[in-house]
Nanobody, 129 residues
Framework: QEQLVESGGGSVQAGGSLKLSCVYS?????????????IAWFRQAPGKEREGVAS??????????RYGEFVQGRFTISADNAKNTVYLQMSSLRPEETAIYYC???????????????WGQGTQVTVSS
């Protein structure tokens, strides 16, 4: 069973919007009252390093959300715990944001890839000018 499955990628024009989904398995986020579980979105463009887009802790409570500096209010990360899904709503997309977008699970709400041990396969986002 895949632990993290991304969907929602596609092709949009500059200025457009996309909503990505990350469905997680329960064993990825199970936690007791003292341990946090967080889901983050990262992206990686060809020839570039993987960078953190947004993170949200979902166990034992939801929050806080963190965003990369480049987001500037254009993206929103949210969770629907009943559906085991974390979303990334992206608007005002730019061509330079073309990349594979990954979700990852970890115990800290960091935006550093090394803080996450479980990764999905990714979903391609292409923004055309």
């Amino acid at each position: 069973q895949e632990q993290l499955v991304e969907s929602g990628g596609g092709s949009v024009q500059a200025g457009g919007s996309l909503k990505l989904s990350c469905v997680y398995s329960e064993d990825v986020v199970s936690a007791d009252a003292y341990n946090r579980r967080c889901i983050a979105w990262f992206r990686q463009a060809p020839g570039k390093e993987r960078e953190g887009v947004a993170s949200l802790c979902i166990r034992p409570v939801t929050g806080p959300a963190r965003y990369g500096e480049f987001v500037q209010g254009r993206f929103t990360i949210s969770a629907d715990n009943a559906k085991n899904t974390v979303y990334l709503q992206m608007s005002s997309l730019r061509p330079e944001e073309t990349a594979i977008y990954y979700c990852a699970a970890g115990t800290w709400g960091s935006l550093l890839p090394d803080a996450y041990g479980t990764w999905g396969q990714g979903t391609q986002v292409t923004v055309s000018s």
